[in-house]
């Protein structure tokens, strides 16, 4: 797999908390690893949002009132 090198500022506290407890050889692994899982974890939050959005009396009111205002030649077809 490619890889790309990177440079971040973080705070003095998390940075002598970082160097500390993990070692050189595996810092890499590590902040990947980290920023794998949080990714993952942001990804999950907005699809579950979505759920609950699309659930919603009032976000499917929206959305048949916005359906009005197009063309019938310009309304997309939703894939679900």
Same mark, same amino acid.
């Given at each position: 797999?490619a890889?790309?090198?990177?440079?971040?500022?973080l705070?003095d506290?998390?940075?002598t908390?970082?160097?500390r407890?993990?070692?050189?050889?595996? !810092? $890499?692994?590590?902040v990947?690893?980290?920023? +794998?899982a949080?990714?993952?974890?942001?990804e /999950?939050?907005?699809?579950?949002?979505c759920e609950?959005?699309? !659930? $919603?009396?009032?976000v499917?009111?929206?959305? +048949?009132?916005?359906?009005g205002?197009?063309? /019938?030649?310009?309304?997309?077809?939703?894939?679900w």
């Open positions: 797999m890889s790309r090198k990177l440079t971040f500022t705070p506290d998390l940075a908390q970082f160097l407890r993990v070692p050189p050889s595996q !810092r $890499s692994h590590y990947a690893t980290a920023i +794998t949080k990714l993952r974890e942001r /999950e939050d907005l699809a579950r949002a609950v959005a699309n !659930r $919603s009396a009032d499917l009111d929206i959305e +048949t009132s916005l359906d205002l197009a063309d /019938e030649g310009d309304r997309i077809q939703e894939p």
